[in-house]
């Protein structure tokens, strides 16, 4: 019996999110800028249908979007966060087993419902009431295929956002009208690749024969076409193991030569990252911190670098944290450089209640533990950065441009829609 | 001095600690408590106020058209988009492209939107108007 497997995959999610909250939005070619306000990262059907491309860079179109009247957000990421967590929540009312695959999309196991475009269509309509998120849902035997599905049901408006491929003819049908370029993870190299050896359409490439394609492209592409025949090859990664590795970092909005700039920035980042492994309960036995200057820059000398500083007893005070990434950051440090970004990285990490001292060194302090949570509950209740640590800086001027960003509406007590 | 045994000091060592347990503060073992069958969770205002969390979004209240039924500016206006709106609710909506909060009338086919101030006029709803519930106000949040 083979399982059926839905991709839920939100419509232009970051244009979404930023319609929720402002109607006049709606209808309108809406972008979003990536971080620092550099290009294109999102488009409204509107903006698709200007020509606006993914990638496009903001400073070089400002005028043709001020002429088409495109409206032009920053990313607000802390938004998009929270309306995920809350589309995800809702898709859990659907199915026990689910895959949250990115930001805005899921893969769910539909095993045992019998109606599966009816619990398709109520999972869509629900979706949309409850969080203001419009979705498309693919439904077929295969991850690569609910790909497809997925793409095929936002293509075809007659299908209201929802396409149940099951059926072996409509799979045949929906991938005659793809291109190589349409699958899931075939990008432009792979697909001549592809071509060079006779493969032209997703049709043919399901068609091969595996082992033969395994000989010429690899393990994964025989896998694909055994996923585009209907046949299983990738079970949904239910379990989510705790994070590897907690990342801070950012572009910086001018480029930074000073020391102390550098070192407010990863003042703010460790700060930032500290409390991620606080809300997972973990300490962090490593700190790594890393530096770049602008590789698009050629006219600039380049350097990159990181240096890692082991902890004696793993950690979640942000004020330990902080005097191993400043050792980090002096040590990386280079005089002449225009640097463009900076971050840190914990590493190491465990669950905080199993963290042993050693002869000269304690876990981390109840005192330090009532500090840290004091702290994290203020900037909860406060807003982010309410306290701080001073060394993170109050100037602030290398902080990342985002000038049109929308409130945060969910997160934060003084951003709240206001209601005439 | 008076002369007596007991004025001679007697040269000896301590080799052992006896420790004696003394109740000084608090006794954690031995009587339970009373309460110990009832205790309960502390009263959580979340469950209190959000019935739906994936559903429910705050918003502040900035004007004065609902005063009468008890929403004032100021205060945050807890909303729920997962109940449908049904005659008499009090809901945020979007009328003309702008959100506005009012109560929610629809009988015998015709649908208005009422405030509770008697400075403001009904507002009716028709085929033309452009116009959507957002959400249900469930409860507002005042601070004294």
Sequence with gaps: MV???ALVDCNNFYAS???????????RPVVVLSNNDGCVIARSNEAKALGIGMGDPWHLNKEKFAKHGVIVRSSNYTLYGDLSGRVVTVLRAFTPDLEVYSIDEAFLSFEGFSQLDQHARTLRATVLQWTGIPVSVGIAPTKTLAKVANRTAKKTAAMEGVCNLMAPSDQELALSQLGLTDLWGVAGRL???????GIKTPLQLRDADPSWLREHMGVVMERMALELRGTPCQALTLAVAHNKSIIASRSFGQAVTQRHELEQAVAMHISRAA????????????????????????????YVASRTIGLPV??????????????????LWRDGFRFKKAGVTLLELSPAATVQGDLWTA???????????????????????TVK???????RKWKLRSEQRSPHYTTDWNDLLRVE | MTSGPSSHPIACEIRTHL????????????????????????????????????????VRVVGDSMVGAGVYPGDIAVVDRSITATDGAVILGILHGEFTIKRYRSRAGAVWLEPANPAYQNIRITEDSAFEVWGVVRHTIRML
Aim: with cysteine.
């Design chain 1, 389 to 395: 640590l001073a060394a993170s800086g109050i100037e």
């Design chain 1, 275 to 302: 409390e991620k492994l606080r809300r997972q309960g973990l300490v962090a036995g490593v700190v790594m911190v890393f530096v770049t200057t602008n590789p698009f820059r050629p006219q600039d000398r380049q």
């Design chain 1, 3 to 5: 399982t059926p497997i």
């Design chain 1, 191 to 197: 697909a001549a690749k592809l071509e060079a050896l």
């Design chain 1, 363 to 385: 876990p981390d302090s109840p005192r330090s533990q009532a500090l840290m949570k004091a702290m994290d509950r203020i900037n909860a209740v406060h807003g982010r950065e």
């Design chain 1, 17 to 27: 999110c930023e319609r929720l909250f402002q109607p006049a939005l709606r209808g």
């Design chain 2, 19 to 58: 420790a004696v347990p003394c109740f000084v503060t608090s006794i954690s073992a031995g009587f339970p408590s009373p309460a110990d069958d009832y205790l309960d969770t502390p009263l959580d205002f979340n469950e209190l106020l959000i019935v739906h969390p994936a559903a429910t979004f705050a």
């Design chain 1, 314 to 331: 793993a950690t979640a005070d942000t004020t330990v944290l902080l005097k191993a990434a400043m050792l980090a950051t002096v040590r």
